[in-house]
Structures are given as structure tokens and as C-alpha cells.
């Protein structure tokens, strides 16, 4: 019996090193001929697959006088390409029940489609896929139209108070740098973009070898990798030097902006620029953050904001982490007759975490939180896909999610401290206030 | 208490949503809001775990957790590692009958849902017409109430009030449970016997629900807030789902909201959006799950130098023109190869899987009839789609309502939201 046992062990302990080698998603990644970078999960649970194509073609590589101009881009891919029509694209996506989504973010621009697995379902969601990434034709006649629409609908968000707050802070932190303009561009730059500067934008940053291909679903390998060579064959060839976005300066100083709005609350933002995709102090400060403001009603803003006062709905701070240093921000809204007394909850709970970083015991429920919520992360095609598209977008290790949970648990309350004080000083934050208290002016602080 | 699981194996995870049938809809003039300030109140505490710690409890085994309140129901829900479901069950079957409403916490959270209602509706022209569009085309039903409530409901609300409300409607016998995830029926059972099966039951208030008295004329008003474009909302009564095997109407709406706007080249985008450019968008919409009475609604932005009642018009036309020419057997084959398909992208949402299942249970009907929708779809008829046009998109169940943009500069918002989704 003894013997039994052991050998019992020892299989169990082989059982758990096989387990611990073999990664919790097992991600393919290759190239293809065209140099387009392939990231690549299989799973035949549902007869559906998921492919996203993203290219570094985001609001970032605008310039002021034509902003505007990526976002417009990306848009038009899908109304007309390759001889067929927006009408014909739509349809023929519908037909097979496929579902276009286009993806556009300050760094990203691309496209993806999700659709039934079944052959003649694929293909035909496919070919349309690769026929608007490669060919898009940028109807003048079409482009009118949507500049029309672009600009009534930029005019109509500039009456909202969280686009005027959100616009304002961005302008604060990144005053002379692609982050701070208005990813959709303005009303007085929309209208004056032409056929010809999305197809030049579109020949020299949607090319094969910047493309990034996710893909999450019901293929074999064989299929997904012609796949997605049918996706990068036509695509524009390289276009020289890969784009870049030019590093993020400090603040110099703290700002504090109020603008005048009638609405019945105040839009409350401050922050700073952040951090970047791949800095090490990335987990440190992601975990700090739940603690400050990205735990819901486990961190110290709900808390003292919303918990003890009552003063808001909601109160939060995040990280958004880009190519170059995103911004982190703390954000609510209150009734305008508290926005000071809000304003000033808020800065001390700043200043005291960075301060004095996070006690022992919320950095304890801050880990039990993000490690013990891991599989919800990746318990679905559609987040796995998105996973995989910031993986390959970012470069970073085929690894990352395998050591996630590691990384967070590492994590400690000095590195943490250490890390927000690097980032972020009190003095130096943009802030801005738009709401019926407002004076509208602009004050050093 | 039902209880209903579905099991998804994909990953160790599992979703779990305790329904209440009570919603807006149980609600009396004077209380309007209180199922919504109830569904806060739950996260205040009871003797054993104080106001606070359920979402601390949840958040330290890996969960998230919220709830909703709508118009029909209240929900609460939890996503958590598999591991958990006993302590989401234990959690949820105290809080079902041991709640402490305590004076001092509604006193603040009373405060934090008026804050809910100005950043929901009371700043957002579109949610103000929503509002007043329902206030209008129900004069006695109390889907006239915004979930949310009137500002001067809460105002005057008292903790009492959710008590009445906790005491009258929280009970396993009005609840329905779901749990999607990676488990088997038989310990969710089991689990559930253990944790709910010791509850009493009540005796539930009777539901006296006003019916709403029949539309004799269309009807419309004007929302002025400040915006930049004008915005059009049209409501027509319309039936809802009561039997899925012998109804064949719902269906037929569904397949016309479709045949409308399911999908980018469908009528309102091609025509209004990209060929005549009277709109920036328009849309059609059709719920028929619902424990009251059915909406079809159309609605639009139009484009810049056009007005709402130019879209409006345009709107009817399209309709008259379905009516009048028929819709082609290639519409109603794209709608469909579109329902095939969405039918099998649901499942990649273990969540949309709970909330079809339960919302469907509220309104009174099986979650079997999640796989009857795509057959009965597949089954409507052209003929069918032009025969509930004709019913039902006519001007004596129709109300309407514009929105007229006001400059920003010194005008006010005048006054409130629809459904809520909801706690933190």
C-alpha cells in the first residue's frame, strides 16, 4: 500500500509540472508572407470565429491641421471597396449573417468580422473582410455625406458636458502632443479632408507588414493561416519607416479649468499622463489602482465619494496604457451645488494614497480581487480575441496572460507607492470642472 | 422558488442572477422609484453581513457583482469563479429576508439615486423625450413612471417606503434563480434547497395593474433641452408575446423591425441615411417581452437643415411604402440568416444567456422559447409582415415626440429616464 501511494504521488506531481508547462491559452503566432503578425487561439466549443485586423493607423498618427483624418479612414473602409458598393457590403455581410465591427482607438484603426464557422459562411465574410482592408475605394459622393453627419454629430457632443469635460482634459494633458486632439477630429478640419488624404493615409498605414491579425475560434490551424493570407495579399506593401508617436512630456504645472455648462450636475476630471503598454511599473500600478479608484465599491473614492457622502453615482480612476503614456484619470459627476466639496474629497484621497500608497490589507483584497477574477478575463471568444489583439498590437510576451496572476501577485505595497509617486504628482494635475458653478477660468494651482 | 441553469463549460466560471417580479411596473403614484431604491438598499447590509461587505465578500472571491431594475423586474447578479456559487447563494438568500433598510444609510443612498437621476436623465435631452414620450402614450398604465422615478417621488421618499415595498414583494416565491456556467443542474439544486429552500413564503400583494384604456387618436409633444440636433421618437401600441407556440404577431413585428433596420443595408439606413440623406440615423425597434403592453417604435437624428418633422414624415412613407409594395422574399431571407446566426454568437456570453433567460421567465414565458424565436422567425411570411404593418403602425395608437434643440446658453433642462441599470 505505501508503494501505491507514492507512485499515486509522484504521478500527481507529473500530472502538475505536464499542467504547469503546457500555457493556459495556447497562443499561436506566426508571420505571414507579407509579414503581417498572426496571434491565434483555437477553439471548437462554438461554430463561430472571431478576426480582428488592426493596424497602427489610430487618432495618434493625425496631425492638427488634418485631424480628423484617421478616424474618417477607418470609417469609410466598409462603405465601398473593391467594385462593390456600400449597399453590396452591407448585404453580402448580412446575407451569411457575419458581423462587421471596426475598431478605432488613439493608437489602433482596423477592422474585424465575426461569423459562422461553416465553409461558404467564412469565406464570403472573409473575401469581404480583406476586400475593405485592401481596396477601399473612399467615394467622393459617400465622403460628403459622412462628413455631414460626422460634423452635425460632433457639433451635437459638444453640447453634452462630459464631451466638453473629456475634450478639455485631453487639450490639458496633452497640449502639444497627437493624444490631445479630438480623435474624430473638428468640425473645421473634418470639412476640409479629401479623397485623396484618406487614400494616401490608407496606402501608407494600412500595409501588410504593420498589419495585426487576432483570430479566436472554430479554424484548424491550416484554415487560419490562410486565412490570414487571404487577408494580407492585397493590402498596401510597406510604406518605409513604420509611423511613430512622439514621446508624451510631463505636466509642468497643476492646471484647474471650470467651464460654464447648464446641466444639473458637474462633470468632474483630473489626471495626468500615465503610463505606457509594456513600463514596468505597469502592474504596480494597476494594482494600485483598484485600491484607489478602479475597485468599484471596494476602492477609496467610492468610498469617501459616494459610501460616506453621497455625493455622486459614480467615482473612479483608471490607467489606459497606449503606445505612448495614456492617461490616467479620476472621474465624477455631482450635483453642481457639491462640485467643490467633491473636488476637494477627491484631491485629498489622491494625495493621501500616493502619499502613503495602499495598508497591507487592501493590497491583500486588491490581489484576491484581480487574481481570483483572472478567468473572467478570458471566459469568452469575444475577450480571448481582445486579448490577443493587444498582445500582438503591443508586442508583448505570447506569455502575458499565462503570467498574469504572477505578476499580480508580486506586486508590493512599496512598489506600488513607489510607482504612483513616479507617475503622478499631486501639484502638477489637470483638472477640469464643467457645470452651472462654474466661473470659467483658468487658474495655476 | 424557480430555479433554472444552464450549463456552459467553456471556462470555470459561472453567472448567477437572483430575479424579483417586481418592478416600476408594481409601483404607486406617489412611491415612483422605489423598486429602483430598493434594488440600493440591498447592498446596505443585514445583520450578519453589514452594508458594505456583499460586494466586498464578492470582490474578494475574484466577483463582480450589480443588479438592475426595470420596468418588469429587479435583478441581482453575480460572476465569479465556479468555486463560489455556494457563497453567492448563502449571500443572496440572506439578504432576500433579512435586510436592514436602516434610516442613516437610505438617508445617503437617497441622495446618491437623486445624483443617478440627474446624470441619467436629467442632463440628457434624448433620455428627457424617452421620458415624456412614455408619460404621454400611457395615460394610466404605470409604464407612464420612469424606472428611475420622478425627482419629486424621491424627494419625499422615505425608508419606510422601501420597506413596505422589501416586506411585500422579496420572497422565494416570487424569484425566479439562473445560473449559466460551468456547473451541473444537480449541485445548483442541490445548492439552492440548501441556501433558499429554508425561506418562508409570502402571500404576494394582489397585482392590480391599471390597463392602459385604448389610444383614440395620435397624439405629440415637444421636449425643448439644450441640443444640437433635432431628434423624432414615434410610438405605436403594439402586442407582445403571451403564447410563443399559437401567437404568430410578435414574430411578424420582430421580422419588421428587421426588415426596417436588422442590418446596414436594411430600408431606414439605405433609404433615409445613404440614399435621400434625411437622416443621420434611423431606427426600428420592436420588444415583445414585456409584462405590460408592447411598444413598435421608429425614430431618428435628422441630418443637419433637416427637421424632425421632415423625418417624420419620411418615417411614415417607408411605412407606407412596405404596406403598399410588399417586402421582398430576399429581405426576409437576410433577417433570417442573420437571426441563424445570432442565435449561435449568444452563447458566447454566458451573461446575455442569464439575462435572456430570466427576462424571459418575468414576463411569464418559457426559456425554451429562446430556440422557438428562431424557428417562428424563420416561419414568418411576407404577407405576415405587411398584415402587422397595417394593424399596428397606424396613427390611432401613435404618439409622438420631437426634441427641439435650445441653445446651451442659459436655458435649463426641464425635467427627467427609462429603464435603470443598476447599483453601483
Redesign the interface.
Request: charged share 30%; hydrophobic share 35%; proline share 6%.
Given at each position: 500500500m505505501p508503494s501505491k501511494a507514492l507512485h499515486l504521488l509522484a504521478f500527481a506531481l507529473l500530472l502538475a509540472a505536464a499542467q504547469a508547462a503546457h500555457a493556459l491559452l495556447p497562443i499561436e503566432h506566426w508571420e505571414t508572407q507579407r509579414g503581417a503578425r498572426v496571434y491565434f487561439v483555437q477553439n471548437r466549443d462554438l461554430p463561430m470565429l472571431d478576426v480582428s485586423v488592426d493596424f497602427p493607423a489610430g487618432a495618434a498618427f493625425d496631425t492638427r491641421e488634418k485631424s480628423g483624418r484617421a478616424n474618417l479612414t477607418a470609417h469609410m473602409l466598409r462603405l465601398g471597396a473593391g467594385g462593390m458598393d456600400e449597399d453590396e457590403i452591407s448585404r453580402r455581410m448580412a446575407d451569411v449573417g457575419a458581423q462587421l465591427a471596426g475598431r478605432f482607438d488613439p493608437d489602433r484603426a482596423g477592422a474585424g468580422v465575426r461569423t459562422l464557422s461553416s465553409a461558404k459562411e467564412r469565406q464570403q465574410a472573409i473575401e469581404l473582410l480583406a476586400r475593405i482592408l485592401a481596396r477601399p475605394e473612399f467615394s467622393a459622393t459617400v465622403l460628403e455625406r459622412e462628413k455631414v453627419r460626422l460634423t452635425g454629430a460632433l457639433k451635437e457632443a459638444d453640447t453634452k458636458p462630459d464631451t466638453i469635460a473629456a475634450r478639455t482634459f485631453a487639450r490639458m494633458l496633452y497640449p502639444k502632443h497627437p493624444y490631445g486632439l479630438r480623435s474624430s477630429g473638428e468640425v473645421g478640419t473634418v470639412t476640409t479632408l479629401t479623397r485623396e488624404d484618406l487614400a494616401s493615409f490608407h496606402r501608407s498605414h494600412y500595409t501588410a507588414d504593420r498589419a495585426v491579425i487576432a483570430m479566436m475560434g472554430d479554424v484548424t490551424r491550416e484554415e487560419a493561416a490562410a486565412i490570414a493570407e487571404a487577408l494580407t495579399a492585397g493590402l498596401p506593401a510597406t510604406g518605409g519607416a513604420a509611423p511613430t508617436v512622439p514621446p508624451v512630456p510631463a505636466l509642468e504645472k497643476g492646471a484647474e479649468r471650470w467651464v460654464v455648462h447648464h446641466a444639473t450636475q458637474s462633470h468632474i476630471l483630473m489626471g495626468t499622463p500615465g503610463v505606457s503598454r509594456g513600463d514596468p511599473d505597469y502592474f504596480p500600478l494597476f494594482v494600485g489602482n483598484y485600491v484607489l479608484g478602479g475597485g468599484g465599491f471596494q476602492s477609496r473614492l467610492t468610498e469617501e465619494v459616494r459610501t460616506k457622502r453621497g455625493l455622486a453615482y459614480s467615482a473612479y480612476s483608471y490607467f489606459s496604457p497606449m503606445l505612448r503614456e495614456g492617461p490616467f484619470a479620476v472621474g465624477l459627476q455631482t450635483q453642481a451645488s457639491g462640485a467643490r466639496d467633491a473636488l476637494a474629497v477627491v484631491r485629498k484621497t489622491v494625495a493621501d494614497f500616493i502619499a502613503q500608497g495602499p495598508t497591507a490589507k487592501e493590497l491583500a483584497a486588491a490581489k484576491k480581487n484581480i487574481v481570483g477574477g483572472f478567468p473572467l478575463r478570458i471566459d469568452s471568444n469575444r475577450k480571448i480575441l481582445e486579448n490577443l489583439a493587444v498582445i500582438g498590437f503591443y508586442r508583448m510576451p505570447l506569455t502575458y496572460l499565462d503570467d498574469f496572476t504572477t505578476n499580480v501577485e508580486r506586486v508590493t505595497a512599496e512598489q506600488v507607492k513607489a510607482a504612483f509617486q513616479r507617475r503622478i504628482d499631486p501639484n502638477r494635475l489637470a483638472t477640469v470642472v464643467v457645470g452651472p458653478s462654474g466661473e470659467s477660468t483658468a487658474k495655476a494651482n | 422558488m424557480r430555479v433554472i441553469v444552464k450549463s456552459d463549460h467553456?471556462?470555470?466560471?459561472v453567472v448567477s442572477m437572483v430575479w424579483y417580479k417586481v418592478g416600476s411596473i408594481d409601483e404607486r403614484s406617489g412611491t415612483t422609484g422605489v423598486a429602483h431604491v430598493l434594488e440600493h438598499m440591498l447592498?446596505k447590509g443585514t445583520k450578519a453581513v453589514p452594508s458594505?461587505e456583499f460586494?466586498?465578500i464578492i470582490?474578494?472571491?475574484?466577483?463582480?457583482d450589480n443588479a438592475f431594475t426595470s420596468r418588469d423586474y429587479t435583478g441581482y447578479y453575480q460572476?465569479?469563479?465556479k468555486s463560489q456559487l455556494a457563497l453567492v447563494m448563502r449571500l443572496e438568500a440572506d439578504r432576500m429576508v433579512n435586510a436592514l433598510l436602516a434610516p442613516e444609510e437610505f438617508?445617503?443612498?437617497?441622495?446618491?439615486?437623486?445624483?443617478?437621476r440627474?446624470?441619467r436623465t436629467?442632463?440628457r435631452p434624448r433620455s428627457l423625450v424617452y421620458e415624456q414620450l412614455n408619460a404621454a402614450a400611457f395615460r394610466a398604465h404605470p409604464y407612464r413612471n420612469p424606472v428611475i422615478g420622478w425627482m419629486s417621488d424621491l424627494e419625499n421618499m422615505r425608508v419606510q417606503d422601501a420597506r413596505e415595498f422589501y416586506d411585500a414583494w422579496y420572497a422565494p416565491n416570487n424569484a425566479t434563480l439562473v445560473v449559466v456556467g460551468d456547473v451541473t443542474p444537480e449541485e445548483v439544486f442541490k445548492l439552492a434547497r440548501q441556501h433558499f429552500g429554508p425561506l418562508p413564503r409570502k402571500t404576494l400583494p394582489l397585482r392590480r395593474i391599471t390597463e392602459e384604456p385604448q389610444q383614440l387618436g395620435p397624439q405629440d409633444l415637444t421636449v425643448r433641452a439644450?441640443?444640437?440636433?433635432p431628434y423624432v421618437l414615434m410610438n405605436y401600441k403594439a402586442p407582445v408575446l403571451r403564447d410563443p407556440d399559437a401567437d404568430w404577431e410578435p414574430y411578424a413585428l420582430e421580422m419588421l423591425a428587421n426588415v426596417l433596420d436588422?442590418?446596414?443595408?436594411?430600408r431606414l439606413?439605405?433609404t433615409l441615411?445613404?440614399t435621400a440623406?434625411i437622416a443621420?440615423?434611423a431606427s426600428a425597434y420592436y420588444d415583445g417581452v414585456a409584462r405590460g403592453p408592447g411598444t413598435f417604435s421608429l425614430s431618428g437624428?435628422p441630418?443637419?437643415g433637416k427637421t424632425a418633422r421632415e423625418l417624420e414624415q419620411a418615417l411614415r412613407r417607408e411605412v407606407e411604402k412596405l404596406i403598399a409594395e410588399g417586402v421582398t422574399e430576399e429581405e426576409l431571407?437576410?433577417v433570417k440568416?442573420?437571426?441563424?446566426?445570432?442565435h449561435?454568437?449568444e452563447?458566447?456570453?454566458?451573461f446575455y444567456q442569464a439575462q435572456q433567460i430570466g427576462s424571459l421567465t418575468m414576463a411569464g414565458l418559457s426559456h425554451r422559447v429562446i430556440d422557438l424565436f428562431v424557428e417562428k422567425l424563420k416561419a414568418v411570411t411576407a404577407e405576415q409582415v405587411v398584415a402587422v404593418a397595417k394593424k399596428y403602425l397606424v396613427d390611432s395608437g401613435l404618439t409622438v415626440a420631437y426634441l427641439d434643440p435650445q441653445p446651451?446658453?442659459?436655458?435649463?433642462?426641464a425635467g427627467p429616464p427609462p429603464g435603470v441599470r443598476h447599483a453601483?
Open positions: - | 467553456r471556462a470555470p466560471v447592498f458594505g460586494s466586498r470582490a474578494e472571491a475574484g466577483g463582480r460572476t465569479l469563479h438617508a445617503k443612498e437617497i441622495k446618491v439615486v437623486m445624483e443617478e440627474r446624470w436629467d442632463d439644450p441640443a444640437e440636433l436588422g442590418n446596414e443595408a436594411a439606413n439605405r441615411v445613404r440623406r443621420s440615423s437624428t441630418t443637419p431571407q437576410r440568416a442573420q437571426a441563424v446566426a445570432s449561435v454568437y452563447r458566447d456570453s454566458m446651451l446658453s442659459g436655458k435649463k433642462p453601483q
